[in-house]
């Protein structure tokens, strides 16, 4: 029985892949990299952010020595841009569900946990979630990826099997994670990584909606 919905928030709750896809490209003018088109961005992008960009071919030692100006170029593109994004399709319904069900929902995400509670007040969805984990520095989402060992310490604290524990994401990154911490991994479709890598990573579900969401946790 799954006791609590652990949710990525870019691209899986949050409906900002366009944003973050423009940002990106918005980033690499600090690089002098040209811009990709989105097919090209869902077939490479990856967490860390790093990852992606060495897979476009950018060396290393340019992305380490110019990283302070890329995160602050991603984010004085993205942060306009979201101010206007909406949650994804039955998000507000499936939370409400998940609430009247006795379900615990948390927010889990390599963002910045101020960033994503002003967007959880916009939208007037915060009340849902018992917990949001997730960085304090803009810093660490270029290189950093914690998001494992602080879900991991947070189903520890709160005695919770993770096997009562259903991860839900967009990217291979929480496919991963609920794999390596023996939890249900859910991917759901149209976010930051395409359907073929999804599959190919093997999650528990493959979801093209939040509203299916709910007969996983029956």
């Known amino acids: 029985m799954i006791k609590l919905v652990a949710f990525d928030w870019n691209g899986t709750l949050f409906a900002d892949t366009k944003a973050i896809f423009e940002s990106d490209n918005a980033a690499f003018k600090v690089i002098n990299l040209k811009p990709v088109s989105f097919s090209t961005f869902q077939k490479y992008f990856d967490v860390p952010v790093k990852k992606y960009f060495l897979a476009l071919g950018v060396p290393e030692e340019i992305i380490d020595k110019k990283a302070p100006q890329i ?10 841009r979201v101010d206007k994004v909406r949650t994804r ?13 006795k379900v615990e929902s948390v927010i889990f995400s390599n963002h910045i946990l101020e960033q994503i509670k002003r967007q959880l007040k916009r939208l007037r969805i915060e009340k849902y979630f ?9 810093e660490t989402v270029l290189n950093g990826r914690n998001k494992k060992e602080k879900l991991d ?18 990217t291979l990154e929480e ?12 991917a759901i479709t149209q976010g930051n990584c395409s359907t073929q890598r999804l599959k190919a990573a093997q999650p528990d579900y493959l979801i093209n909606s939040l509203k299916e969401v709910i007969s996983l946790v029956r």
């Open 89 to 101: 399709a039955y998000a507000k319904s499936l939370l409400k569900r998940l609430s009247e069900n």
């Open 153 to 170: 310490n947070y189903i520890k604290e709160k005695n919770i099997l993770p096997t009562e524990v259903l991860v839900i994401g967009d």
């Open 71 to 80: 995160t602050q170029a991603f984010h004085s593109a993205y942060e306009p």
């Open 175 to 186: 496919i991963d994670i609920a794999k390596e911490l023996g939890c249900k991994s859910a």
């Open 130 to 138: 018992i917990d949001v984990i997730a960085n304090s520095h803009i």
